[in-house]
T-cell receptor
Framework: DTAVSQTPKYLVTQMGNDKSIKCEQN?????MYWYKQDSKKFLKIMFS???????INETVPNRFSPKSPDKAHLNLHINSLELGDSAVYFC?????????????FGPGTRLTVL | QKEVEQDPGPLSVPEGAIVSLNCTYS??????FMWYRQYSRKGPELLMY????GNKEDGRFTAQVDKSSKYISLFIRDSQPSDSATYLC???????????FGKGTLLTVNP
């Protein structure tokens, strides 16, 4: 059973479109994250939810909107896609804070904006 | 100065070599220090973590933390081609949810 899963795995779309990426974890964790990894492999936190509440919101354009319907799911909706949004987006989950904050990552969604 | 600095490499070594990967950091609030391994086209996976200063060993991997120098290392002994991946250091203060990652070092172990 996959611990953290994402759909779709690949997404190719035109500039200006709106798209969503979905994430689900079956680890029973309360906290989930979205990361963006650019072509140089730099992994940057975008958002984090703890038990459906937004707790981290880094400097990300308003075109990106996360949504957590329950603590096992965290989706990412992107409006008006731009060329610079092309990247790999990773979802992750972790146990409660107060320790090493071990994060478990999904397989990634490779987004290409044409 | 960036919070976490990591030489991106690439680093290429022959099979059986000892590999040393390093990160420096500036935030003295960091208490947990982690190494993630990321194979090509996969998500990062946690290799090991260390709390505060000291060493930790797990098989062929040894993590070292020197808080006084704000310097962490990962050593890989008897490196194998299957160790070829990008290695990312990551750190946190422990009381919040945020992990700060280095940029990753691409390692290739040649047979």
């Amino acid at each position: 059973d996959t611990a953290v899963s994402q759909t779709p795995k690949y997404l190719v779309t035109q500039m200006g479109n709106d798209k969503s990426i979905k994430c689900e974890q079956n680890l029973g964790h309360d906290t989930m994250y979205w990361y963006k990894q650019d072509s140089k492999k730099f992994l940057k936190i975008m958002f984090s939810y703890n038990n459906k509440e937004l707790i981290i919101n880094e400097t990300v354009p308003n075109r990106f909107s996360p949504k957590s319907p329950d603590k096992a799911h965290l989706n990412l909706h992107i409006n008006s896609l731009e060329l610079g949004d092309s990247a790999v987006y990773f979802c992750a989950s972790s146990p409660p804070a107060g320790g090493p904050n071990e994060q478990f990552f999904g397989p990634g969604t490779r987004l290409t904006v044409l | 100065q960036k919070e976490v600095e990591q030489d991106p490499g690439p680093l290429s070594v022959p099979e059986g070599a000892i590999v040393s990967l390093n990160c420096t950091y500036s935030n003295s609030a960091f208490q947990y220090f982690m190494w993630y391994r990321q194979y090509s086209r996969k998500g990062p996976e946690l290799l090991m973590y260390t709390y505060s200063s000291g060493n930790k060993e797990d098989g062929r991997f040894t993590a070292q933390v020197d808080k006084s120098s704000k310097y962490i290392s990962l050593f890989i002994r008897d490196s194998q081609p299957s160790d070829s991946a990008t290695y990312l250091c990551a750190m946190t203060g422990g009381s919040n949810y945020k992990l700060t990652f280095g940029k990753g070092t691409l390692l290739t172990v040649n047979p």
